[in-house]
């Protein structure tokens, strides 16, 4: 049974700071990995898509890593802001087996102006 | 390009009472899935429709029931609600294999 864990499960930061939020899961047979961004009581926004044949996807001050033989994936925030505060959201699709994303319990980001 | 759009945004229903919710999927995306998120957890995979067919379920009781059309718009229907049912309930859309999901901004049940 695929599980995935994200480390840690809040942050807090200065404004301007680098960070880099973890995302582990237990079975590398996965079709592709998602990144989503979470506001308070909102829908899910997507950040960054990787597949399994993919190391890494970069969009703005975002990169996503991925490798998949060890089961991690991060995400780089590069000069955080306060906007950028929300939870983050990591999800592996299996590569076994119907269709659907098997999800961490996520990230709380504060930034701090 | 719409996105996916998901109605009522906020819902209060009465333990014992049915809920209707709906999802109208990403234009051209023939695959919609259902996730239920409760508060300070990760989203939960109820089921997974294609082409008006369910071909994939989590683990969730069978009062938990759906539908997709053939616009592949949506419905999850839940019966003999309970307080635990109490979650955001989030509709999520996708074309291919190799495409990522987009998902609505959920509807928020509160059974009381």
């Known amino acids: 049974k695929q599980e995935v864990t994200q480390i840690p499960a809040a942050l807090s930061v200065p404004e301007g700071e680098n960070l880099v939020l973890n995302c582990s899961f237990t079975?590398?047979?996965?079709?592709?990995l998602q990144w989503f961004r979470q506001d308070p009581g909102k829908g899910l926004t997507s950040l960054l898509l990787?597949?399994?044949?993919?190391r890494e996807q970069t969009s703005g001050r975002l990169n996503a890593s991925l490798d998949k033989s060890s089961g991690r994936s991060t995400l780089y925030i590069a000069a955080s802001q306060p906007g950028d505060s929300a939870t983050y959201l990591c999800a592996v699709r299996p590569g076994t087996g119907f269709q659907k994303l098997v999800f961490g319990t996520g990230t709380r980001l504060l930034v701090s102006p | 390009e719409t996105g996916v759009t998901q109605s009522p945004t906020h819902l209060i229903k009465t333990r014992g009472q049915q809920v209707t919710l709906r999802c109208s999927s990403q234009s051209g995306h023939n695959t919609v899935s259902w996730y239920q998120q409760a508060l300070g957890q990760g989203p939960q995979f109820i089921f997974q429709y294609y082409r008006e067919e369910e071909n994939g379920r989590g683990n969730f009781p069978p009062r938990f029931s759906g539908l997709q059309f053939p616009n592949y718009s949506s419905e999850l229907n839940v019966n003999a609600l309970e307080l635990d049912d109490s979650a955001l309930y989030l509709c999520?859309?996708?074309?291919?294999?190799?495409?990522?999901?987009?998902f609505g901004s959920g509807t928020r049940l509160t059974v009381v």
């Open positions: 990787i597949q399994s044949s993919q």
């Open positions: 999520a859309s996708s074309l291919r294999e190799n495409y990522g999901y987009t």
């Open positions: 079975d590398s047979a996965i079709y592709n």
